[in-house]
């Protein structure tokens, strides 16, 4: 499991807690590592802590801040596991949630997507509207990408099969936050299968990214990814 953490401190222990005891509670091998992305506050003593007494628990420090996709990234290339789950550290998705992405991986799925949007009555999402609005023109426009189906492309739940993780996190360029759409658009080109779970989510206050100046942030790294992979011709296919 991959947990990237920028000032974090506060929000991320509680979180650290919650997964450290539901993986101790499956009895399996598991690893967590906690990507520090240049934190100017008590992120890294915070994991630190938790490494002392969780020997699964793994701190990836970043000199400075690099931006989500970089450190998303850095975290997943040090993984080692079969499956890898990328989670935001504010505990938004209650880690229990995997169990409904690993189902879609047992069934054949490549890539598994949480999703905010797709409607399920099995579901309770908390989402501020102002967050919800922006979130579905934001994904209006990066359909038109190349990213498929998928409804919600920014949700930062997702399951990998590890092969898939190395060859998609090994040309992964975006920094930002924008990275998602270019780990679909990818994923797309390479032929693996992506599914989209709807899971349970909340917002939580202290959110890192702002619509009026992350907004046309994100849509320029899409947009400068489609120009890159648009560069590279004829896409390679996976093969399993």
């Known amino acids: 499991m991959v947990i990237p953490a920028y000032n974090e401190a506060q929000r991320l222990p509680a979180y650290l807690s919650e997964v450290v005891a539901y993986f101790d509670g499956r009895g399996e091998p598991y690893e967590v590592i906690v990507v520090d992305d240049g934190s100017a506050d008590e992120t890294a003593a915070r994991v630190l802590e938790a490494q002392a007494i969780h020997q699964a628990v793994t701190l990836h420090r970043l000199a400075e801040n690099r931006g989500k996709g970089f450190a998303v990234r850095a975290g997943m290339r040090a993984a080692r596991g079969d499956l890898r789950l990328m989670a935001d550290a504010d505990g938004a998705t209650p880690i229990a949630e995997v169990k409904r992405l690993e189902t879609v ?14 409607p399920d009555p099995s579901v309770r999402r908390e989402v501020h509207i102002h967050r919800k609005l922006s979130g579905e023109i934001f994904n209006f426009f990066v359909r038109r990408m190349g990213v498929g189906d998928v ?13 898939v993780a190395e060859a998609l996190f090994g040309e992964l360029e975006t920094t930002g936050f924008g990275f998602d759409v270019e780990l679909l658009m990818l994923a797309r080109r390479r032929g693996y299968r992506v599914i989209e779970v709807a899971i349970n989510w909340a917002d939580q206050p202290g959110s890192k990214v702002d619509v009026l100046r992350d907004g046309p942030r994100m849509l320029a790294q899409v947009v400068r990814a489609r120009v890159r992979l648009n560069r590279r011709g004829r896409p ?3 093969q399993l």
Do not use: P
């Open 105 to 118: 991986i047992e069934a054949g799925a490549d890539l598994a997507v949480g999703s905010r949007a797709l």
């Open 151 to 163: 409804t919600d492309t920014q949700c930062g739940f997702k399951l990998f099969r590890g092969t």
């Open 236 to 238: 390679a296919i996976h």
